[in-house]
């Protein structure tokens, strides 16, 4: 099993900035892609980011210029640097994972979410 635990959240003013940090623990070498995604109540969760293999990235156009994602392997942790926040950005961001599970089939986990709220 992946155990994934979100940190990083929290308030900030119209052109701010939060850096996002998810912690990956459990059957690490199984993961083989992570990426980062958000949910504002009442809507579906949307993709950001996502990085792969030979840290190769992809980015949703709704915040791209203003996502980083990024990883410290030696940390199992990925991150998710976002700048010039603008109040629509503000929901629950999600840390998800996909890895290959016992049964041969691609796996998916997710953490409880970090909030980030964002006024003007």
């Known amino acids: 099993q992946v155990q994934l635990v979100e940190s990083g959240g929290g308030s900030v003013h119209v052109g701010g900035s939060l850096t996002l940090s998810c912690v990956a623990s459990?059957?690490?070498?199984?993961?083989?892609?992570m990426g980062w995604y958000r949910q504002v109540p009442g809507n579906e969760r949307d993709f950001i980011a996502a990085?792969?293999?030979?840290?190769?990235?992809n980015y949703s156009d709704s915040m791209k210029g203003r996502v980083t994602i990024s990883r410290d392997k030696a940390k199992n942790t990925v991150y998710l640097q976002m700048n010039s926040l603008k109040p629509e950005d503000t929901a629950v961001y999600y840390c998800?994972?996909?890895?290959?599970?016992?049964?041969?089939?691609?796996?998916?986990?997710w953490g409880q979410g970090t909030r980030v709220i964002v006024s003007s």
């Open positions: 998800g994972a996909e890895g290959l599970g016992t049964t041969g089939s691609p796996r998916n986990y």
């Open positions: 990085i792969v293999e030979h840290d190769a990235t």
């Open positions: 459990g059957s690490i070498a199984s993961i083989y892609g």
